[in-house]
């Protein structure tokens, strides 16, 4: 029966999570949306995959609820709502609404909120979120297309977004080691801020907060937070031995890339791919709108080439190319009207016999995961961090699917992500 059950605002942040509870050893499945069936009772952690970070915040609990109480049901006692490690979100929500809501259904009466990811670079210190040496304000994230980032105050971030007061376990209770932070959560609850953002700078930071909060009904930050977790829960007898990730059985075929990520580190992925001379074709939000044209010309322009390798359709564009789209069409139009065409680009892909697809974007990879009618992700070995291939079947066939956070992967991510299929 699996102990650990995970609800994650998006796609490629599900496999981000999987991918570190799989390194620890728990055996890891993720689930597309809200589960309609019984789940396998041979998991360690059940992750749920929702395409609920940009999303209204009614509906974003809706589904969080849901998704909850599917986990409650297939016995999961500890609980993780899973969020960019750039803290994606807007005044709005959905972070801080999910987390009261989650928190009021599992009667938890404290809980953490903690993005960081030291490996890739993400850190939180006196409750401001930095992205490598810059603050989140300052790393590019100002400029996210659907949820731009211009606080890196995250006390201030959360606070504006909840009900509840938010505190802060400083880095220097955190240093001190587990039980010097659960003594600080105490006292945060019982002067009434139920909500904490932890400070971390190092895995070993996290690997404390793990230790210290394992015992919480709800946990909720980045994919770095679970870092300690699986020691937590074998040390609380909760869980087996470690187990190897299952080696995944990589169906042959074709093999495509679909790019609706617009950050610093997609833009410098997409032109290391076109500086090596390989196919790519743009998709222009300007010139969609009109039928299914510019759909049908990418899908022309990949088909007689995949003989030859993979292909690239990217919708990928800088700042000024963004807001140039979002003039004209707004910025929820432009965006979802990019993310149904690259989803039919890639629906038409697996059917002319795609079977290794590399999705870049959360919101993209949500639209091309559903496009696919994908229910189950197996997930195997990391190509960068946080970002594993799984496989999958999209409608009876099988598929390997690497999805791709848009900040994640090196410059050559793509290129290195199909080749390492081959080895
Ligand atoms: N050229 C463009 N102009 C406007 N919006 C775009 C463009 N290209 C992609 N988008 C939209 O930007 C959003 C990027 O979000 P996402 O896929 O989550 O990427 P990331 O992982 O970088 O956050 C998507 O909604 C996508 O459709
Ligand atoms: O925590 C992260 O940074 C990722 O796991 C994540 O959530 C990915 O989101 P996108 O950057 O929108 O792909």
């Known amino acids: 029966m699996p102990v650990l059950g995970c609800i994650a605002d998006d796609f490629t942040g599900a496999t981000d999570l999987a991918s570190t509870l799989v390194a620890g050893g728990m055996r890891t499945i993720q689930v597309i949306g809200v589960p309609d069936g019984p789940l396998p009772a041979d998991a360690d952690a059940v992750v749920v995959a929702l395409k609920s970070r940009s999303i209204a915040a009614d509906a974003a609990v809706a589904q969080s609820r849901a998704a909850l109480a599917a986990l ?26 999910v987390t009261e809501a989650l928190m009021a259904a599992l009667g938890a009466g404290f809980t953490v909120a903690c993005p960081a990811f030291p490996t890739n670079g993400r850190t939180v210190y006196k409750g401001h979120l930095f992205v490598g040496d810059r603050l989140l304000s300052e790393s590019g994230m100002e400029n996210h297309p659907l949820n731009p980032m211009r606080d890196p105050d995250l006390v201030r971030v959360l606070g504006r977004q909840t009900v509840a007061r938010v505190g802060l376990i400083e880095h220097t209770t955190v240093a001190a080691g587990p039980a010097a932070i659960t003594a600080r959560a105490g006292d945060l609850a019982a002067a009434g801020m139920p909500i904490a953002i932890a400070d971390a700078i190092s895995d070993a930071d996290l690997m404390a907060l793990g230790a210290a909060f394992a015992a919480l009904p709800l946990l909720t930050g980045g994919s770095g937070l679970a870092l300690g977790l699986p020691a937590a829960y074998r040390v609380a007898g909760m869980l087996g031995p470690t187990r190897d990730a299952a080696a995944l059985a990589v169906p042959a075929g074709h093999a495509a890339v679909v790019s609706g990520s617009c950050s610093k580190a997609t833009n410098a992925q997409v032109a290391a ?53 979002q003039a004209r069409l707004g910025p929820e139009a432009s965006g979802a009207l990019v993310e149904a065409a690259l989803a039919a680009i890639a629906g038409r892909l697996v059917d002319a016999g795609v079977a290794r697809l590399v999705v870049a974007g959360g919101e993209t990879s949500g639209a091309v995961v559903e496009a696919l ?23 009876g066939r099988p598929l390997a699917l690497a999805l791709k956070s848009g900040n994640f992967g090196s410059t050559d991510f793509f290129a290195k992500a199909l080749a390492r299929l081959d080895g």
Do not use: H, M
């Open 273 to 325: 791919w076109q500086a090596e001379g390989r196919p790519a074709f743009r998709i222009d939000p300007l010139a969609l709108g009109d039928g299914d044209a510019l759909v049908d010309e990418a899908v022309a322009f990949a088909l007689p080439r995949l003989g030859d390798g993979p292909v690239l359709v990217y919708a990928t564009d800088t700042p000024d190319g963004v807001k140039a789209a």
């Open 373 to 395: 009618e994908a229910q189950q992700l197996r997930i195997g070995a990391p190509i960068d961090p946080g970002v594993p291939w799984t496989t999958t079947e999209s409608r």
């Open 72 to 97: 409650r049901a297939a016995g999961c006692t500890r609980i993780f709502f899973k969020y960019c490690s750039t803290f994606d979100s807007t005044d709005a929500g959905n972070i801080g609404p």
